[in-house]
């Protein structure tokens, strides 16, 4: 099962989780903690793929303003997140937490994140930032 699992699915995972720390889960929060965890803001693709897998593996929920982190996960992410190496590591801590769980797939729904959706929440993340 660990083989569906990439890096950027890490990635997307530690910066849900960066986010749900300090805000309600909006894109725009997800957008910021990515760039803040690699330095690069995450494109449609990476997202709708990161997304729809975790959300399809029960370990986020996901609607139209939020996307957070279940309860179930959220302490064990949290050891992972807070585990040995630094913020730049976090895509592959984030990594290695879903190859090591044994995440079972409960739904099909995708989640479609569209050019659109992420170049406005890329503008309100970059928008905070000049405040």
């Known amino acids: 099962m660990s083989q569906i699992w990439t890096w950027t699915d890490g990635w997307i995972l530690m910066s849900v989780y960066a986010a749900n720390q300090k805000t309600d889960g ?3 929060d997800i957008i910021g903690a990515a760039d803040a965890l690699n330095h690069a803001i995450p494109t449609e693709q ?20 939020q996307i957070r982190l279940t ?3 959220l302490e064990s992410i ?13 895509a592959e801590k984030g ?17 479609e994140v569209t ?3 992420v170049a406005s929440a890329s503008q309100e993340y970059l928008d905070k930032l000049d405040h």
């Open 71 to 73: 309860s179930g996960f």
């Open 26 to 28: 909006a894109l725009s």
């Open 46 to 65: 990476e997202l709708s793929t990161a997304l729809t897998k975790l959300a399809q593996h029960g370990v986020i929920t996901c609607n139209e303003n």
């Open 95 to 111: 990594l290695e937490w879903l190859k090591r769980n044994e995440l079972v797939k409960i739904n099909e729904k995708p989640f």
């Open 115 to 117: 050019f659109n959706q």
């Open 78 to 90: 949290e050891r992972a997140y807070q585990s040995k190496g630094g913020l730049f590591q976090s």
